[in-house]
């Protein structure tokens, strides 16, 4: 049986155009029809779909590249409920799960039905601006940060989690974070590794200017607003700059009511994953 198959691609990795141009051929060649979204036109062969547009109709995404572009495959098409396939071109490959040389095989158990899928908390992040607009909200897989927009200078944030203010922060940024993206910035920042088995949002600051800058940890169906209170400030959701803040703009993060699927196809343990991929295992 035929199947619809969206391919989303690294745009800047040969290693990884190339790949997407074999597969695109391969799923072509056994009758199965290829979208690509309208930012990636020209990358792999298939028929050019505007990204708002690229979700409907798909069985399965796949994911060429790295974490990176799993993220971009993520807010494509997780919103629709698109299992995702995350074929590893890229460095750490920490999302994705099957390695380039062993595409084939994969894609075609894939294709068969042959998987299984984990469900990952994602993020509907909204701004709610000063004029009292609030925009289309974006989904995160990993996080959303408020960070400063220029050397020097911090961004001051007060932070309410479900309407009542919890605590305000002077710092280089600050992170709300899923499970998933625990392992992320966050943790960079001194943030805590959560199981992406709990739901849950993780709000760190970078570089806290204060005696207080430890993370706080929220339950799912909690509202954490996040207040600029004075200067400028960027946006990113998940890596992506989405938007500069200026004093009054509130940056509202809850979980959202559709979670990424990610296909798994065995034999894959978020712990085992994380003491391999950050070479943690010291026995």
Known sequence: MSSCVGLVTHHERPAARDLARD??????????????????????????????????????????????????????????????????????????????????????????????????????????????????????????????????????????????????????????????????????AGGPIVSPNLSALVVTPVAAHSLFGRPLVVGPGEVVRVALEEGGAVLGVDGVHVAHLTAGDVVECRESATPARLVTLGGRDFWEVVTAKFGLDVR
């Open 23 to 188: 597969i695109a051929a391969w799923l072509r060649s056994a009758g199965h029809e290829v979208h690509v979204p309208a930012t990636d036109a020209g990358v792999a062969g298939g028929a050019v779909v505007p990204d708002e547009r690229f979700a409907e109709g798909l069985d399965i995404a796949v994911s060429i590249g790295g974490d990176g572009t799993m993220l971009r495959t993520v807010a494509l098409v997780a919103p629709a409920g698109v299992p995702i396939l995350g074929i590893n071109r890229g460095h750490l490959g920490y999302l994705t799960v099957v390695e380039a040389d062993a595409w084939r095989p994969a894609l075609a158990r894939v294709l068969s039905g042959d998987f299984a899928t984990e469900q990952r908390m994602t993020l509907d992040v909204s701004i709610c601006g000063r004029d009292g607009v609030t925009y289309s909200p974006r989904t995160a897989l990993n996080d959303a940060v408020v960070e400063k927009s220029s050397a020097g200078h911090t961004v001051r944030v007060a932070v309410a989690i479900s309407g009542q203010h919890a605590i305000s922060y002077a710092a280089d940024a600050l992170i709300v974070s899923t499970p998933t993206g625990s392992t992320a910035y966050n943790l960079s």
